[in-house]
């Protein structure tokens, strides 16, 4: 188990460090995600405009980032301004 400090913001304007518990997702998590965008970016060899080849590449990429911080972190709410219970 692995250990970070991630920060956050006080209604007063200040930093406050917090102990934040992050478990790694394994190899096979990994791989699994990633083989799940391997079609996209098949299909992306389709697109004729160089300009919606990237934001398309772009977006998968960011999709696939989300999806490995949250595996690793917790579940980003939909809603950012709801407070947790």
């Known amino acids: 188990m692995r250990f970070c400090f991630c920060f956050i913001a006080c209604t007063d304007g200040y930093l406050v460090p917090i102990l934040t518990n992050i478990t ?6 990994y791989l699994a995600l990633a083989a ?13 405009s160089f300009y919606q080849y990237e934001k ?8 696939l980032g989300r999806q490995v911080l949250e595996k690793n972190l917790s579940r980003v709410p939909d ?3 709801e407070k947790k219970r």
């Open 24 to 29: 790694m997702i394994t190899k096979e998590e």
């Open 36 to 48: 799940q965008k391997y079609e996209q970016i098949n299909q992306l060899q389709q697109e004729t």
């Open 56 to 63: 398309k590449f772009v977006d998968m990429w960011e999709d």
């Open 79 to 81: 809603n950012r301004r």
